[in-house]
């Protein structure tokens, strides 16, 4: 079974420009989580998705956004793109939800904004 | 490899040696816990989960204690090989249906040959 797949793996912008990355979840999970991964904050929470509907959001500005598409692939995207946005952007998936079993998580997309 | 968590805390152990990993949690509400292991360039990897209704859990070579009256959840890790070595989170899902995980800051765990 294939584990969850995050695309891009790595990727440069600059700051004002946006980007999207794409995750592709566990074949039949319907639940798909973002995390932002830093080595100041550690990993938090972005939003939560599950059956196209966003179930949660952590404490992050509106420039970030994030969708799930019928298939369960879902893709965040941030606009105006901050230096302080560099960070490691895990993805995980899961059949129903990160509380009623363990989240699988992808190896990330590491975004670096100059 | 990438480098995560530059300031966490560490741990190292001699091979074949137990190992114990601490991790503290403030809310009293969280019903779920798990254990993350993250190696370098690699997502978090699920080890173990404990719900608030057991003190023990244990599983191949790891153990999962929590004491819920100091809010304090442990891992032990029994018999560390060099492939253990890597940096460990705790997570915890506090309320029912707050479908998040929050993460503990991480332990870097170092297996010494």
């Known amino acids: 079974k294939a584990g969850v797949t995050q695309t891009p793996r790595y990727l440069i912008k600059t700051r004002g420009q946006q980007v999207t990355l794409s995750c592709s979840p566990i074949?039949?999970?319907?639940?798909v989580s973002w995390y932002q991964q830093t080595p100041g904050q550690g990993l938090q929470f972005l939003f939560e998705y599950f059956s196209e509907t966003q179930r949660n959001k952590g404490n992050f500005p509106g420039r970030f956004s994030g969708r799930q598409f019928s298939n369960s692939r879902s893709e965040m995207n941030v606009s105006t793109l901050e230096l302080g946005d560099s960070a490691l952007y895990l993805c995980a998936s899961s059949p129903s939800g990160p509380n009623t079993g363990e989240l699988f998580f992808g190896e990330g997309s590491r975004l670096t904004v100059l | 490899g990438e480098s995560v968590g530059l300031h966490l805390p560490t741990l190292s152990v001699q091979e074949g040696d137990n190992s114990i990993i601490n991790c503290a949690y403030s809310?009293?509400?969280?019903?779920?816990f798990i254990w993350y292991k993250q190696e370098s360039g690699k997502g978090p990897q699920f080890i173990i989960d404990i719900r608030s209704n057991m003190d023990k859990r244990q599983g191949q070579r790891v153990t999962v204690l929590l004491n819920k009256t100091v809010k304090h959840l442990s891992l032990q890790i029994a018999a560390t090989q060099p492939g253990d070595s890597a940096v460990y989170f705790c997570?915890?899902?506090?309320?029912?249906?707050?479908?998040?995980?929050?993460f503990g800051t991480g332990t870097r765990l170092t297996i010494i040959p």
């Open positions: 809310n009293s509400a969280s019903d779920y």
């Open positions: 997570a915890e899902n506090n309320n029912f249906g707050n479908e998040k995980l929050t």
């Open positions: 074949s039949g999970h319907r639940s």
